[in-house]
């Protein structure tokens, strides 16, 4: 429709040159726009005002002689300029009906495109690090991520999902000391926890699982472990407390030893937030490890192509990558004096790894305080001789959880907080799914419990799934009169959807192509949230003001026709959302 209209304007401009306008203009240069209200027609186009200053005459004069060239279509019943010189195009009820019919001939593929055809998208999102359960953020960077590739996938991107473990790092070395001294207090043992051990109640479930699969063989003296160790919080330094824990559980053990209670941590908690994400109907291509990635030589290959590139260099026997060339406000050390790899090494590593197996775009999803790290990373690119554009970060802000108006207290590391498990036994998992789509990623989301499990039109969730259940109760009113519906009949009537509730519905629905490829491009999944919003309210609106079942066949077959309609756009938009649309509430 859009583009149909663009053509005409663009054909209207062709008739003008040499008159009107001094030379052609680039056809591409032509948008036009949905309109905010009725009042001004269903699209309008602002070319008249582009064009003023090159074709030295007033927008107006350009918009009227435009509307006066443009070829007689079936999609317009007329244009009209307005203001300074916007033209306002009113679309023919004929345009509106043609789309109803697209809508129950493609039914699930309705909005589909091809637009991303062509372009590879690598989607990582999620990759909490896998030291504990998912908690209420993970589950807004979920929804989202995973409602972004349901649309970048329905306009004709070729997505993978991916999963990226940080399971080679220093909180995976906490996660395994905590484990530990949880395991020891199971031998027997009364034990000080450290302060910056992680203290939840699944630490004690993977102890438990860890005494049962290697009863006493890793017990050591509790005296040995905490003999002449520098002094724990408050005292002391907490983070050199728990790295001088690491070390000596490490020379208790030996490697395999610690080994063994990684593995199982890692094992534990991989499993768990598995589970947590495919019951919330989130799934993965790939679930990528850090330490496989370390383990295949790709960190020292994207050092190695660091070096050819000249960006870097040693000072103070560490390696330093020139950052502050590429936006940085410093260099990056590399690799410490001690050999030890920062964590930003087989980061660089991992993002040129995807490039390298065929990824054109980049999409990490990640939390709001990565602001400083996404330019690290895309310079690192650059440095690489891989194009920064590559790189896209959709930083998702964060979320508080309010009981009553009273906000609830969350912090990981202390256990206090609200896991994602947790929150959707509660409220479910499709008011978890919308709730965290209501508003834009960018933006902090205040998620209201008891408005998410409310059973009132105040509630998105509920009120998106009654209008489908609705005309789910339709379709038995009908069954019930021993009636049926006539799709043959209903499309040679549609004619007959006048009114203007039914106008409201029909041009809802052929806007919904357009919000895909706008909720797909701007990376916003809430713009499809408050279209369904829309779309459900013009069907409200009309359920409430007319009667479906009517004597006369051919406006109760057009009627239902529009119903099945919205029933299904509705259906389709919630699928991507991963919002289920039951039959009946």
Not at 447 to 472: C, G, I, W
């Amino acid at each position: 429709m859009k583009a149909e209209l663009e053509r005409l304007i663009a054909d209207a401009t062709k008739t003008l040159i040499g008159t009107v306008l001094p030379e052609p203009i680039d056809p591409g240069s032509i948008s036009v726009e949905r309109t905010r209200a009725a009042s001004h027609g269903d699209y309008a186009c602002n070319i008249a005002l582009r064009l003023a200053r090159s074709a030295r005459k007033p927008p107006r004069e350009i918009a009227e002689a435009i509307v006066a060239a443009l070829p007689a279509s079936p999609l317009l019943a007329r244009a009209e300029v307005a203001g300074a010189g916007f033209i306002n195009l009113y679309l023919a009820l004929s345009a509106h009906t043609a789309v109803l019919g697209q809508v129950l001939e493609l039914a699930d593929r309705y909005g589909q495109s091809d637009a991303g055809r062509g372009e590879k998208i690598i989607l990582e999102f999620v990759s909490a690090n896998p030291t504990g359960p998912l908690h209420v953020g993970h589950g807004r960077q979920a929804a989202y991520g995973a409602t972004l590739a349901n649309l970048l996938r329905a306009i004709g991107h070729e997505v993978q999902r991916e999963y990226y473990i940080n399971d080679a790092g220093r909180q995976m070395d906490i996660l395994t000391v905590s484990t530990w001294l949880r395991y020891l207090e199971r031998c027997g043992e009364s034990i000080e926890f450290p302060a910056n051990g992680y203290r939840g109640d699944y630490v004690h479930a993977i102890a438990a699982h860890l005494y049962q699969q290697c009863d006493r063989k890793l017990q050591r003296d509790v005296a040995a472990v905490f003999a002449q160790l520098p002094l724990d919080a408050p005292a002391g330094d907490k983070e050199q407390y728990i790295d001088a824990l690491i070390e000596r559980m490490r020379s208790l053990l030996g490697a395999g030893g610690f080994e063994t209670v990684l593995e199982v941590s890692l094992a534990a908690m991989l499993a768990d937030i598995r589970e947590d994400l495919a019951a919330f109907g989130v799934e993965f291509e790939r679930w990528y490890s850090e330490r496989e990635l370390v383990r295949s030589g790709a960190v020292e290959h994207a050092l190695e192509k660091l070096e050819s590139h000249g960006q870097l260099y040693f000072k103070d026997a560490a390696l330093w990558f020139r950052a502050s060339r590429f936006g940085d406000d410093e260099d990056r050390v590399l690799v410490r004096a001690n050999g030890q790899r920062t964590y930003f090494a087989p980061d660089i590593a991992y993002h040129l790894q995807k490039r390298e197996r065929g990824f054109a775009r980049l999409i990490d999803v990640l939390g709001a305080d990565h602001h400083g790290y996404v330019a690290r990373v895309r310079g690192a690119l650059v440095a690489m001789g891989e194009p920064g554009e590559c790189l896209e970060a959709c930083l998702i802000q964060f979320v508080s959880l309010f009981r009553g108006g009273q906000k609830i207290p969350m912090g990981k590391r202390e256990a206090q907080f609200v896991t994602l498990r947790q929150l959707r036994e509660e409220v479910g998992n499709d008011a978890c799914r919308l709730f965290y789509l209501m508003r834009s990623h960018d933006q902090p989301l205040d998620f209201d419990l008891e408005l998410a499990k409310s059973r009132t039109n105040e509630n998105p969730v509920y009120y998106l799934q009654y209008a489908h259940a609705r005309v789910a109760s339709v379709r038995k009113q009908l069954e019930a009169r021993e009636l049926s519906y006539d799709p043959a009949l209903a499309l040679q009537s549609l004619g007959r959807l006048d009114s203007p509730y039914e106008q409201a519905a029909l041009a809802s629905l052929a806007r919904y192509p357009e919000v895909l490829l706008q909720a797909a491009a701007a990376r916003a999944p809430h713009a499809l949230v408050h279209y369904l919003r829309e779309l459900a309210n013009a069907f409200h609106s009309w359920y409430n003001a007319a009667t479906f079942i009517v004597e006369d066949s051919a406006l109760r077959n057009a009627r239902l026709a529009l119903a099945y309609g919205v029933q299904q756009v509705l259906r389709n938009g919630l699928a991507l959302l991963g919002v289920s649309a039951p039959e009946s509430m």
